[in-house]
């Protein structure tokens, strides 16, 4: 019941602590109400302060000014009313209702100077400096764009006073003046002290991560963009409060080559176009979604179903003719209202912005919005080399796709592609040539290539069908030995079927062009623990049929002897019959049977005899592959590289640059695992840059990028392992579904190194995109498992603790049926303690007692004891005095955990749970005031944790920092607190602790000075 202002004051003190948004603002309105019953300047004062900050940060900006106005007319008649605080916020909010003013455009100019001049006169009588008076005259001119370097000046020249804008905000509003003037290094130099935590306030440094995007993207601080837009919106994301922000990163997410990130954004943000109390705001917002749905109806996506205002079905092109139609018109009115052309300038401008980097930046996150458009960017590639001119003459033109065939070369895809074009057309005549062939031969061909596309995609089932179908074809053209090929090829075309990663696909063993990546996929090398964290392995539980290989094999002799088998198809048969006995071999390492060892040496040999016999350099190179990657699974590699860079030096002498950056991948890999991160480094480095000059699309970009990162983590590049994993992640979203989980490992890969370089909320970014998508339910248990503790605890890192808790609960939940009980009470632990943080103590009772059935199923005593000790803790500092009998009670729990592990010869670390205990009991006993108790239970603490040896020097001397603080402060007794520190001071020295030696000196040096 609000019968009361006592009630009124407490039902205000309860919607502050609220997040902002309709719950919020609904209960300020409600309480204003039930404020007007009183005569109670205080109590209605407060009511209406509260309304006012509900609406200027839930989207409703426009309806602070007649809220203000009734503030006004209280302040006028009854100023003693106000308290000291609700004195100040008159004064400030001042500049609250000139925002709300400008950003409406049907308030007239007049009205908006007229309270210019009032707030002025009113600053002026309270005795306060202009400055604020000032940057309001600077905002307003920024946006009629009248005299604005001169209003900027009449500003930024005055010194800032009380009243002022918060540091963090008016240094974005400077540097948003030197972007609108073109000086991005200038405005990125003044916005520096926010963006990197030097400054901030409830909205910050969040805008200044959302204004500063695009100069960074135009000044090539891609990482610096990337982890902005990461953290930026995470904040930002559904706040009506941050709507234009939310619009500031749709824009980047497009010009940044993000489409489909853009338009997740854009649905997990439908919400926001019902906000229409800010006007300026919400032109700002429909902008940003305008460059984004522009670009992708540029790009002829028109037709693609996006998320727009509820209650219709909207695609790009409807969604865009509506954002376009009303952000015109309400541009129009702010122009209409000021009298110049400003706005629909600046809007015009943001909209004539071309994409701002050559190829997609990798933002690490995963964006499923639009999974088509991953495949096909709107921005364009980054240049190649010259690629292979396309004859005009289909003859020549097919002679030529069979020319670059045979020698591997990457443009034949694109030739092939060129042919299938072309003889598809109605008006297509199949031309009469003696080297072209018949119709039958050229649709052989072609349906091979189909079964080749569809190898490369992973799709084995749909490519040994077409390779049965075009040898079916081949037969009817009378070429007998492509026939056999294309069979050979079948009898390898699913052996990897149920590998996970599939990089090295079984298409490129089957003598396609490019059969020399075998060993070159990002599973060919088990590197270390620190650098694969989860790669292939390439095990599929299959094994070749040798039987139809031999078979296989003696046909290709009948038919070469005949003449009716050419030199390549006959290496590709050879091919087929190494690369199954590679996978063979692969598949019982360590310990292969003599049988497949023998059989690899002898079937790879016989391929590279031949090769070399028939001059295929790329296929006596290919087998050369095989060999060092098999060299390199036994440990051999020094051997394998050895042999990796032979290769390179044939494919150089040969001529054949096309085929190194496969060679280079797996040089790169054998580098890494033999622990030469910095050259492994540079190879993966030439290797992707090979890739791209080459045009080759079916290089495993991805696993190269992932192992990229790991070498720059073994380096130290930290900057460079996140662009290296962001782009491997970005590289398996587009394989699709079958690289899941690989895309989710390195997800969490990236996170590890994101919060390992400070960069939490980043981290915390990426792994709710793992968790979020749909995809999430197709993870292994274990793998989803780790992805939610790591999350829960970047939540908790973040100070996010109603989150933190809702993760660890879920992960409690998921884990609980678990063989591994460890994991159950370590999660229940966790949560029990992210629940208190968030003040939900009966859910972290519940969530102590799962913790306490789990330990007593398997046992984690440290960490239980650990949790009791937080939980004491956090009772002293919650209730002080009050709580000390519940903080002994779960202290005097820890040190029963650690009895009855003692009693049952669990092990564990005695000494830090002995001596956290008696130092947490110091604590707890100093706070209630009972200071000789607590002085002997921190005296008690050191000798406990001197039983730890030097791992615990660090833990006794905050002991004795304790003791004395105890001893000098509480009791007075600094002579004796004085001869302790010097005690401990000596013993840090010696221990090689010059931080914790330092703490102490301070400590003692106040002491002294008593």
Excluded at 108 to 136: F, M, V
Excluded at 520 to 541: F, I, L, P, Q, Y
Aim: proline residues 4%; charged residues 30%; contains cysteine.
């Amino acid at each position: 019941m609000l019968d009361t202002p006592d009630a009124v004051m407490a039902a205000l003190r309860e919607n502050d602590a609220r997040p902002y948004g309709r719950t919020r603002t609904v209960t300020a309105e409600e309480l204003v109400d039930a404020a007007e019953q009183f005569e109670d300047t205080g109590i209605r004062s407060m009511a209406l302060l509260e309304l006012m900050e509900a609406y200027e940060y839930d989207g409703e900006r426009s309806k602070s000014p007649v809220v203000f106005a009734r503030i006004l007319k209280l302040w006028d008649t009854d100023p003693d009313g106000f308290g000291e605080w609700a004195r100040r916020q008159v004064l400030w909010r001042f500049k609250w209702v000139a925002d709300a003013l400008k950003d409406t455009p049907d308030v007239p100019l007049a009205a908006i100077r007229r309270w210019h001049t009032e707030l002025r006169d009113r600053y002026r009588t309270a005795g306060h400096d202009l400055q604020p008076y000032y940057a309001q005259r600077y905002h307003l001119a920024v946006q009629t764009g009248l005299d604005v370097q001169d209003a900027y000046e009449l500003w930024a020249a005055r010194p800032r006073s009380e009243l002022s804008d918060c540091h963090a905000c008016e240094t974005r509003a400077r540097a948003r003046h030197f972007i609108a003037a073109g000086d991005d290094a200038r405005a990125l130099e003044v916005i520096a002290p926010v963006l990197d935590g030097r400054s901030g306030c409830e909205q910050e440094p969040y805008l200044s991560q959302a204004t500063a995007l695009l100069a960074q993207l135009r000044r090539g601080r891609l990482d610096e963009a990337r982890s902005g837009h990461l953290s930026g919106y995470r904040f930002a994301r559904g706040k009506a409060s941050m709507l234009n922000a939310v619009g500031l990163h749709i824009e980047f997410c497009a010009l940044s080559g993000n489409e489909p990130r853009g338009l997740e954004l854009l649905a997990e943000n439908r919400d926001l176009f019902a906000v229409t109390g800010e006007p300026a705001a919400r032109l700002g917002f429909l902008t940003g979604v305008e460059v984004l749905l522009a670009l992708l109806a540029g790009a002829g996506h028109g037709e693609l179903a996006v998320s727009g205002p509820a209650g219709t079905t909207w695609t790009v092109d409807s969604l865009l003719a509506h954002v376009r139609t009303e952000a015109d018109a309400l541009a129009a009115r702010f122009d209409a209202r000021n009298g110049t052309g400003a706005v629909g300038a600046e809007r015009r401008a943001r909209l004539a912005v071309e994409p701002l980097l050559a190829e997609p930046l990798a933002l690490g996150v995963r964006a499923v919005a639009a999974p088509g458009l991953s495949d096909a960017p709107v921005v364009a590639p980054a240049p190649r080399r010259t690629v292979e001119p396309e004859p005009e003459d289909f003859t020549a033109l097919v002679l030529r796709a069979r020319e670059l065939e045979v020698l591997g070369h990457p443009d034949a895809d694109r030739l092939w592609k060129r042919v299938a074009e072309r003889a598809g057309a109605a008006d297509f005549v199949h031309p009469r040539s003696t080297e072209l062939g018949g119709p039958e031969r050229l649709r052989a061909e072609l349906a091979e290539q189909r079964a080749h596309e569809a190898l490369q995609r992973d799709a084995y089932a749909e490519g040994k069908a077409g390779l049965l179908a075009a040898a079916e074809l081949f037969e009817q053209a009378g070429l007998a030995g492509s026939a056999l090929m294309c069979r050979a090829r079948t009898l390898i075309a699913d052996l990897d079927d149920e590998s996970a990663g599939g990089e090295g696909t079984p298409n490129e063993g089957a003598g396609h062009e490019s059969d020399e990546g075998e060993g070159g996929s990002g599973r060919s090398v088990d590197v270390d623990a620190d650098a694969d964290a989860g790669a292939d392995t390439g095990h599929s539980g299959r094994r070749a049929d040798w039987a139809a290989l031999d078979a296989v094999l003696a046909r290709a002799e009948e038919l070469r002897a005949g003449g009716e088998l050419t030199d390549d198809d006959y290496l590709i048969v050879l091919q087929t019959r190494a690369y199954a006995a590679h996978h063979d071999l692969v598949e019982t390492l360590p310990e292969p049977a003599d049988e497949v060892a023998e059989r690899f040496e002898a079937v790879v040999g016989a391929y590279r005899r031949a090769a070399v016999e028939l001059g295929s350099e790329r296929r006596a190179a290919t087998s050369r592959q095989y060999t060092a990657d098999a060299a390199a699974r036994k440990g051999l590699l020094a051997e394998s590289e050895a042999e990796l860079r032979e290769v390179l030096a044939q494919l150089d002498a040969a001529e054949l640059p096309w085929h190194t950056p496969r060679v280079l991948g797996l040089l790169g890999q054998v580098l890494l695992q033999g622990r030469e991160p910095g050259q492994a480094v540079e190879v993966f480095h030439r290797a992707l840059a090979e890739a791209v000059r080459w045009g080759d699309d079916s290089y495993p970009y991805a696993p190269t990028y992932m192992m990229l990162g790991h070498g720059c983590l073994q380096v130290g590049d930290l900057g460079g392992a996140v662009r290296a994993l962001s782009e491997a992640a970005a590289r398996y979203d587009r394989k699709g579904a079958e690289a899941v989980e690989e895309a989710a490992r390195v997800r969490m890969q990236l996170a590890d190194v994101l919060r390992d370089t400070g960069r939490a909320a980043d981290a915390v970014a990426v792994l709710e995109s793992v968790l979020l998508d749909a995809s999430a339910a197709r993870l292994d248990v274990r793998m989803l498992a780790q992805a939610r503790l790591d999350l829960a605890r970047g939540l908790s890192e973040l100070e996010e603790h109603r989150d933190a808790a809702e993760e660890y609960l879920r992960l409690a939940d998921l884990v609980a049926g678990w063989e591994d009980q460890e994991t159950h009470t370590m999660v229940a632990c966790e949560a029990t303690l992210a629940l208190a943080r968030a003040e939900r103590p009966d859910a972290a009772e519940a969530a102590l007692a799962r913790a306490r059935e789990a330990h007593g199923k398997a046992p984690q005593v440290d960490q239980l004891a650990a949790t009791l000790r937080e939980l004491a803790r956090m009772t002293m500092r919650e209730q002080g005095a009050e709580g000390l009998a519940a903080a002994l009670a779960l202290l005097a729990e820890a040190d029963a955990v650690g009895e009855v592990a003692e009693q049952g010869g669990e092990e564990y670390n005695s000494w830090y749970l002995r001596g956290g205990s008696h130092y947490e009991r110091a604590r707890s006993l100093a706070v209630a005031g009972r200071y000789e108790e607590a002085l002997a239970e921190a005296e008690q603490a050191v000798p406990e944790y001197e039983a730890g040896g030097e791992r615990a020097e660090s833990p006794r001397a905050e002991s004795v920092r304790l003791a004395a603080l105890i001893e000098g402060s509480d009791l007075g007794r600094t002579e004796a607190a004085v001869a302790r520190l010097t005690a401990g001071i000596a013993r840090c020295e010696a221990a090689g602790l010059p931080e914790a030696a330092e703490v102490l000196v301070e400590l003692r040096e106040r002491f002294a000075g008593e």
